[in-house]
Each structure stands twice: as structure tokens, then as C-alpha cells.
Nanobody
């Protein structure tokens, strides 16, 4: 019954910014870690960022560290990904997901619920 819906994607020029949102419904996810993943055509689904249930602990893949910021507002049941200094290599379908644990991991197998994904396209 957990449903995750991403929004905020679109087309942006290199160097620009986008902010993705992920609205959650169903059983509360406030105690569970959440994550963002992405998948480009012909590529495996890739870890982007994760945040602990409380929001206190964050982790990022090296390629986005310093450019992306993951955050959450548990009162609104919403997860965010602020993406700055975007590069064409960031082009992908972005997915939000809920972990089965309080502390997130980089492995897709640790996430039980997934959104449908949203396209982010960065032009050069």
C-alpha cells in the first residue's frame, strides 16, 4: 500500500538546477531511510543519495557529492533532491525509494518500495 510519486523533473541546461520531490502515501515511512536512484538508457540502476529516517545521516555517490542535496520533511511525508550544477551525465530517469531499514544503504536490494521514476534531461 506504500505509494511513492516523484515530481519536479524536466529539461535543464548544463549548470542549471532542479529540485525533485517524492510524495509518500500509505504506511508511514518516517522511521525508514529513503533514497534516490537513477537509470540512464543501457545502464544499470545507480545509487544517488540516501537519508536516514530522522534525516540526520546522509550519503551520496561520489559523482554527485557537493552538487546534490537530499532532504526530507517527515511532517509532509516528502523526500527531496536538490540538484545543482547539473551535467549532461546526470541525464536519467530518477527514482525515489523507501528502505527496509532506518539507516540507508547504496544497494537497491535494501529498498522495498519504489516510485515510477521521473525524467531529468540535462542539455549541453
Amino acid at each position: 500500500q506504500v505509494q511513492l510519486i516523484e515530481s519536479g523533473g524536466g529539461l535543464v541546461q548544463a549548470g542549471g538546477s532542479l529540485k525533485l520531490s517524492c510524495a509518500a502515501s500509505g504506511r508511514t515511512s518516517s522511521i525508514y531511510a529513503m533514497g534516490w536512484f537513477r537509470q540512464a538508457p543501457g545502464m544499470e540502476r545507480e545509487f544517488v543519495a540516501t537519508i536516514s529516517g530522522s534525516g540526520a545521516i546522509r550519503d551520496y555517490t561520489d559523482s554527485v557529492s557537493g552538487r546534490f542535496t537530499i532532504s526530507r520533511d517527515n511532517a509532509k511525508n516528502t523526500l527531496y533532491l536538490q540538484m545543482n550544477s547539473l551535467k549532461p551525465e546526470d541525464t536519467a530517469v530518477y527514482y525515489c525509494a523507501r528502505s527496509t531499514r532506518m539507516l540507508g544503504a547504496r544497494d537497491t536490494n535494501e529498498y522495498a518500495y519504489w516510485g515510477q521514476g521521473i525524467q531529468v534531461t540535462v542539455s549541453s
